[in-house]
């Protein structure tokens, strides 16, 4: 069939009633689309079937997961991505619907023809692995809360070793000028936590969903703190115990293999959550948010570290990435910033400070994909071709998202108040981000202590 690829091309922007910003290359050799724009590479028919399936971003991620999809050599990823964000949400195309009516339609049935004729229609191609597969059980109950983390979380911690570098730490970093590495961007973020929460020697600290353990070291080491950390991912949980002996540190730090819903041994000083509540949902969030209020002590503090997203717009419900809910966080919901301030405000919490990390975010995922690509034969060997591409292409993904402000990231620190509403926190920010008198300037952390591994980038 004579440039295969033309033919296809005007087909979908007949349909879709504009013109694509990127260009494609057919399996056949055929190209169409702008010259000098970004090209995708469709491998093979199966590619295309993907689409025909699936039109939209589901249906690329699947062809990108499973390989039929790629980037065309010297194409980069993140302006892929970019023009295809804003191609998507433009508003002629985002209420533009793809479904059975639109493929009766002339261009739909134009389109399905030429895929015909090339031999690209047939059975629904198998999905890919890496595809999340929870089963039934009701959303956010503690056995399908384990599925969802353990499908993200229980990947290899050698994996995310490559991939986080030596800090493991899976939130976005505090880059502050000094910063050399990502390392001393994490280390940067791990005092700032500490800090924000008044920590001292002797107190009890919560840290729930604890990761890999460097939060809960850093408080133990550098604050004095007694600790206990809790997640519901066995290999992360693993990894945070191997590292808390190797420290010494087994005499302060208690790691457990447990749901946030299952803590009964409260009180404790102070709480930390970083990057763990948007797994909790909707249906849950009062449950996490009184939860932790009943764990802390009167005039304790809790910083609540998390993702947020946009308020939605009049008439254009909620609606997760798809993309993201089938192969990177399934079941997890972002709230709007607002939202998140009320819920912990109904469950009793003063919320005194609210800071967004929204750009550091972005700095730090693409310090994440910079390490995938780096290390991306290691990575392939560890879990495959498919997961390492899940973890690129959402993470990419994800950074552009931060930096085009589609979606936000904050630390709310939070009081519960004394019963006679004191909040004991000093009068002003700049007292309680202070180093503790116990510590001083001279004996907080100068140097990374979560490794000194030159950033790759």
């Known amino acids: 069939m004579a440039q295969l690829a033309t033919q296809l091309f005007g087909a979908v922007e007949d349909l879709l009633g504009a013109r694509i910003p990127l260009r494609a290359r057919l399996w056949d050799g055929s190209e169409a689309g702008p010259s000098g724009a970004p090209t995708v590479v469709l491998r093979n028919r199966r590619a295309l079937r993907h689409l025909i399936w699936q039109p939209g971003e589901l249906g690329l991620a699947r062809a990108y997961v499973s390989g039929d999809l790629d980037l065309a050599p010297g194409s980069d990823l993140y302006e892929v991505l970019s023009l295809a964000a804003e191609f998507a949400e433009r508003p002629d195309i985002a209420q533009r619907g793809l479904g059975p009516r639109e493929a009766v339609g002339p261009a739909g049935r134009r389109l399905l023809g030429l895929a015909l004729r090339a031999g690209a229609l047939g059975p629904q191609p198998p999905l890919p692995p890496e595809e999340a597969r929870l089963g039934g059980g ?81 408080a133990a080491r550098h604050y004095g703190v007694r600790a206990v950390g809790v997640s519901i991912s066995a290999e992360q949980v693993a990894l945070a115990r191997q590292r808390v002996e190797e420290a010494g540190l087994a005499d302060r730090i208690e790691v457990r293999l447990q749901d946030y819903r299952e803590i009964s041994d409260g009180p404790f000083d102070a709480i930390s959550s970083v990057g763990m509540a948007e797994h909790v949902g909707t249906v849950q969030y009062q449950v996490y948010a009184s939860g932790l209020h009943q764990l802390l002590a009167p005039g304790g503090r809790l910083l609540n570290h998390q993702i947020a997203r946009r308020p939605d717009l009049p008439g254009i419900p909620y609606s997760p990435s798809p993309f993201i809910n089938r192969y990177v966080f399934p079941d997890g919901e972002l709230s709007p910033v607002g939202s998140t301030v009320s819920a912990l405000e109904e469950a009793g919490f003063e919320v005194r400070d609210v800071e967004s990390l929204r750009e550091h975010y972005a700095l730090t995922l693409r310090e994440w994909v910079a390490n995938l690509e780096a290390h991306w034969p290691e990575a392939t060997a560890l879990v495959g071709h498919g997961r390492a591409r899940v973890w690129r292409l959402y993470m990419a993904a994800s950074a552009l998202a931060f930096e085009q402000n589609r979606i936000g990231v904050n630390q709310i620190l939070a009081v519960r108040p004394t019963p006679a509403g004191a909040s004991n926190l000093p009068a002003t920010r700049s007292q309680w981000l202070a180093a503790p008198p116990e510590l001083g300037p001279a004996d907080r952390p100068a140097d990374t202590d979560l490794g000194d591994r030159p950033s790759v980038r």
């Open 138 to 218: 009701r959303l956010h109950s503690r056995g399908r809360d384990r599925a969802a983390i353990s499908h993200h979380y229980d990947v290899g911690n050698e994996f995310y070793g490559l991939v986080l570098g030596s800090s493991m730490v899976y939130s976005c970093a505090y880059w502050e000028p000094a910063a050399k590495s990502l390392e001393d961007a994490q280390e940067a973020k791990l005092d700032l936590i500490c800090r924000k929460l008044g920590l001292r020697p002797g107190m009890r600290l919560l840290d729930v969903g604890c990761g890999w353990g460097s939060l809960l070291l850093h």
